[in-house]
């Protein structure tokens, strides 16, 4: 009943009930005499109490006479514990705050920080609150800054403490499968009293009061406010409330260009406790953990729109060397040579309408694969993987072009003059950058062999579609119609004579053998094929290693988290 009574004193004083703290901390005291006497030190803390409820109810004279029958009572008690002098010095110096003799009030509380300090540690929630009161007296003296120092040292405080009895309480640590102690034991399993709690919420909230109107000058300083806060609406079940302030901690750290700060406070680091699951993202303490998909899309979309950034400038730049290269073998083709006898060429008949059938069913199966990977969950690995991928083919098609020059596979082909000066060079990367390399929109340039950039982008997109689609009937059939694309795209090369049979047949291969490599690399990190090569190109752009699963999301998704990023890159540049 004594710790009952004062409990329930204490938490009516945060909650500036003084009026009703009085009759519970007259109750705790008379229990207090029934058991110890009248001369105990126990009897202390309900006379603290007491000289708190009178401070409030502007009766100041009654406060002096409690706090000289506690100050007695510790006086002549031998070896008095410091929680008892601190609480002590914390209720003379409300006292002298009273009274506005503010210059021994923060020496009070100075003493206050000192002992509880010395009883429990600097960081304790028991030190918490001569911090706090020592900033209010501050804040009365104009000293903004320092009174804005104080709370924030409050503030982390009562976070880290909130936040280790979230983790012990609701989290689910591994079992240990080693003899000894788990890590576990060594965090303070213990929960908050009323007390503690009520002062919990009365000095956050009177932080968040004070920071009101200053999100620009302070945003740090106000999230973890709202963090802290966060927390304690969690640790009490308000999930509503705790959504809402973890949403304004994440305007206020966007608004600070730091938003890896409050992912970091989610996700913990220690992966015996699992926060993000247990704040924000698990079922039943929340309702629909958007707020823990909007932080983990920011981050890592974020990630990946870097990766895939360079992987834009890395494919670029392999565009510009594969069409310099077909500029220069133009360069050195010989019209007047004769065509290599092709066993297919031979036979087949020219076919000029045949080069326009295959760049539209290429076309064709390059938007539909478009709009099938921004629909993808994993839109922005794949479109990355798919790049790097062509990358890699054109690169080495680069190197087999620069190697060799074959002569026409037709008679009839057409092909541009030679270059009278250097800056026909330029003019004509261009158009092959606009055409993309089509003929239909006027890329024709002789001396592209060998192999042919049309076969080897139909085989990768097939591949593509046929690895990233379960094998469910209705996707089976896009298969189907995407492996009956790549077959007219090789027909249709074939009958308009732009490529020799060899040139389809180095497509095929280098296609199949780059994508399977890469692919099977980027899942499976740890295998020694490509050590010296390959490893290293996947371990920058592919880590961390996962394996891509097919889930569909909509294109609303993409573009809402490509924006969420859009928008943070441009608040981090913008600072500058």
Same mark, same amino acid.
């Given at each position: 009943?004594?710790?009952?009574?004062? +409990?329930?004193?204490q938490?009516?004083?945060?909650?500036?009930?003084?009026?009703?703290?009085?009759? %519970?901390?007259l109750? !705790?005291?008379?229990?207090?005499i029934d058991?110890?006497?009248?001369?105990?030190?126990?009897?202390?803390?309900s006379?603290?109490?007491l000289?708190e409820?009178?401070?409030?109810?502007d009766?100041?004279r009654?406060?002096?006479?409690?706090?000289?029958q506690?100050e007695?009572?510790?006086l002549? $008690?031998p070896?008095?514990?410091?929680?008892?002098?601190?609480?002590?010095?914390?209720?003379?110096?409300?006292?002298? =705050? %009273?009274?506005n003799?503010?210059?021994?009030?923060?020496?009070?509380?100075?003493?206050d920080?000192?002992?509880?300090?010395?009883?429990?540690?600097?960081?304790?929630?028991? #030190?918490?609150?001569?911090?706090?009161?020592?900033?209010n007296v /501050?804040?009365k003296?104009?000293k903004l800054e320092i009174?804005?120092?104080?709370?924030e040292?409050?503030t982390?405080?009562?976070?880290?403490?909130?936040?280790?009895?979230?983790e #012990? $309480?609701?989290?689910?640590?591994?079992?240990?499968a #080693?003899?000894?102690?788990?890590d576990?034991?060594?965090?303070?399993?213990? =929960?908050?009293n009323?007390?503690?709690?009520a002062?919990?919420k009365?000095?956050?909230?009177?932080?968040?009061?004070?920071r009101?109107g200053? =999100?620009?000058?302070l945003?740090?300083?106000?999230?973890?406010?709202?963090i802290?806060m966060?927390?304690?609406?969690?640790?009490v079940?308000?999930?509503?409330?705790t959504?809402s302030?973890?949403?304004k901690?994440?305007?206020?750290?966007?608004? %600070?260009?730091?938003?890896?700060?409050?992912?970091?406070e989610v996700?913990?680091?220690?992966?015996?406790?699992?926060?993000?699951?247990?704040?924000?993202?698990? $079922?039943?303490?929340?309702?629909?953990?958007?707020v823990?998909?909007?932080?983990s899309?920011?981050?890592? +979309?974020?990630?990946?729109?870097?990766?895939?950034?360079?992987?834009?400038?890395?494919?670029?730049?392999?565009?510009?060397?594969i069409?310099?290269?077909?500029?220069l073998?133009?360069?050195?083709?010989?019209?007047e040579?004769?065509t290599?006898r092709?066993?297919?060429?031979?036979?087949?008949?020219?076919?000029?309408?045949?080069?326009?059938v295959?760049?539209? !069913?290429?076309?064709?199966n390059?938007?539909a694969f478009?709009?099938f990977f921004?629909c993808?969950?994993?839109?922005?690995?794949? /479109?990355?993987?798919?790049?790097?991928?062509?990358?890699?083919?054109?690169?080495?098609?680069a190197?087999?072009?620069i190697?060799?020059?074959?002569p026409r596979?037709?008679?009839?082909?057409?092909c541009?003059?030679?270059?009278r000066?250097?800056?026909?060079?330029?003019?004509?990367?261009?158009?092959l950058?606009?055409?993309?390399?089509?003929?239909?929109?006027?890329g024709?340039? !002789?001396?592209?062999?060998?192999?042919?950039?049309h076969?080897?982008?139909?085989?990768?997109?097939?591949f593509?579609?046929?690895?990233?689609?379960?094998?469910?009937?209705?996707?089976?059939t896009?298969k189907?119609i995407?492996?009956?694309?790549t077959?007219?795209?090789?027909?249709?090369?074939?009958?308009s004579h732009n490529?020799? $049979?060899?040139?389809?047949?180095?497509?095929?291969?280098?296609?199949s053998?780059?994508?399977?490599?890469?692919?099977?690399?980027?899942?499976?990190?740890?295998?020694?094929?490509?050590?010296?090569?390959?490893l290293?190109?996947?371990? /920058? /752009?592919?880590?961390?290693?996962?394996?891509?699963?097919?889930q569909? #999301?909509?294109?609303v998704?993409?573009?809402?988290?490509?924006?969420?990023?859009?928008r943070?890159?441009?608040?981090?540049i913008?600072i500058?």
């Amino acid at each position: 009943m004594i710790s009952v009574t004062q +409990t329930v004193g204490q938490k009516l004083l945060f909650e500036s009930q003084y009026d009703q703290a009085i009759p %519970a901390a007259l109750q !705790c005291l008379k229990f207090s005499i029934d058991v110890y006497g009248l001369s105990s030190i126990e009897l202390v803390p309900s006379y603290l109490v007491l000289a708190e409820a009178s401070i409030g109810l502007d009766k100041l004279r009654q406060a002096e006479e409690y706090l000289a029958q506690a100050e007695w009572t510790i006086l002549k $008690t031998p070896q008095v514990n410091n929680f008892f002098k601190s609480r002590l010095y914390r209720n003379t110096g409300l006292l002298l =705050e %009273a009274k506005n003799d503010y210059q021994e009030s923060l020496r009070n509380f100075a003493n206050d920080i000192y002992h509880a300090s010395e009883e429990y540690g600097t960081d304790h929630i028991r #030190t918490a609150g001569g911090y706090f009161y020592m900033g209010n007296v /501050f804040i009365k003296l104009g000293k903004l800054e320092i009174a804005d120092s104080l709370y924030e040292k409050v503030t982390v405080i009562w976070k880290n403490h909130l936040r280790k009895i979230i983790e #012990t $309480t609701f989290a689910s640590p591994l079992v240990n499968a #080693t003899i000894g102690p788990s890590d576990s034991e060594d965090v303070e399993q213990k =929960e908050l009293n009323e007390a503690e709690l009520a002062e919990a919420k009365h000095s956050l909230i009177a932080i968040l009061n004070f920071r009101v109107g200053k =999100e620009v000058e302070l945003p740090k300083k106000n999230a973890q406010i709202y963090i802290a806060m966060a927390y304690l609406n969690f640790y009490v079940k308000e999930l509503d409330q705790t959504n809402s302030l973890v949403r304004k901690a994440m305007r206020s750290l966007e608004s %600070a260009r730091n938003v890896d700060n409050l992912i970091d406070e989610v996700n913990c680091p220690n992966e015996k406790y699992s926060m993000i699951k247990t704040i924000l993202c698990s $079922t039943p303490f929340t309702q629909n953990g958007v707020v823990c998909d909007e932080l983990s899309t920011i981050k890592q +979309t974020r990630n990946e729109l870097i990766k895939l950034i360079l992987t834009l400038l890395l494919f670029h730049l392999c565009l510009l060397t594969i069409f310099v290269v077909i500029i220069l073998s133009n360069e050195r083709m010989d019209l007047e040579a004769q065509t290599l006898r092709d066993i297919f060429l031979d036979v087949l008949p020219y076919r000029a309408w045949a080069s326009n059938v295959a760049e539209l !069913c290429l076309l064709a199966n390059q938007t539909a694969f478009i709009a099938f990977f921004f629909c993808h969950k994993k839109r922005l690995v794949i /479109f990355r993987r798919y790049l790097l991928i062509v990358c890699i083919g054109y690169l080495l098609r680069a190197i087999a072009i620069i190697s060799n020059v074959l002569p026409r596979s037709h008679l009839t082909m057409e092909c541009i003059p030679r270059m009278r000066n250097t800056k026909e060079i330029f003019e004509r990367i261009a158009i092959l950058y606009y055409s993309g390399g089509l003929n239909i929109l006027g890329g024709r340039i !002789c001396g592209n062999y060998f192999f042919s950039g049309h076969a080897l982008h139909a085989s990768y997109l097939n591949f593509h579609w046929k690895y990233y689609l379960p094998n469910s009937m209705m996707y089976s059939t896009i298969k189907r119609i995407s492996d009956c694309l790549t077959i007219v795209i090789y027909s249709s090369i074939l009958l308009s004579h732009n490529h020799y $049979t060899l040139d389809l047949v180095g497509s095929f291969l280098v296609s199949s053998l780059s994508f399977s490599v890469y692919t099977f690399l980027s899942e499976n990190p740890d295998k020694a094929l490509g050590r010296y090569f390959w490893l290293p190109m996947v371990n /920058f /752009f592919e880590h961390p290693f996962e394996e891509v699963t097919f889930q569909l #999301t909509g294109p609303v998704e993409g573009i809402r988290s490509i924006f969420l990023v859009i928008r943070d890159i441009y608040a981090r540049i913008t600072i500058f």
